[in-house]
């Protein structure tokens, strides 16, 4: 089994900094591609940032310049620092893993964490 986990979510003020990470651990080689998404109240969900296996990397026009995917393939750990935050960046952020399976690739989701930001 494959489980994914994001931490580092919480509650800052605009213009401020927080690191979102996400760990895929259990049954797994390595992460092919992660991604970050988020879903703001009353909004449907939208991918924010994106990284492959090779480090290309695709972001959202609206979070472009302020924040950035990473990874570490060793840990199995995709990163996104997001900085100069604005409240329009409040929603719950969901890590989004494609692993490699016994026939293909299969994609995980992590529960979510949320990110607040507000003065």
């Known amino acids: 089994q494959v489980q994914v986990m994001e931490s580092g979510g919480g509650l800052v003020q605009p213009g401020g900094s927080l690191r979102l990470s996400c760990v895929a651990s259990?049954?797994?080689?390595?992460?092919?591609?992660g991604g970050w998404y988020r879903r703001a109240p009353g909004k449907q969900r939208e991918l924010v940032a994106r990284?492959?296996?090779?480090?290309?990397?695709t972001y959202a026009d609206s979070v472009r310049g302020r924040f950035t995917i990473s990874r570490d393939n060793a840990e199995n750990t995709v990163y996104l620092q997001m900085n100069s935050l604005k409240p329009e960046d409040t929603a719950v952020y969901y890590c989004?893993?494609?692993?490699?399976?016994?026939?293909?690739?299969?994609?995980?989701w992590g529960q979510g964490t949320q990110v607040t930001v507000s003065s």
């Open positions: 990284i492959t296996t090779g480090g290309s990397t």
């Open positions: 259990g049954s797994i080689v390595s992460i092919v591609t």
């Open positions: 989004n893993a494609i692993i490699p399976a016994l026939r293909g690739l299969a994609e995980y």
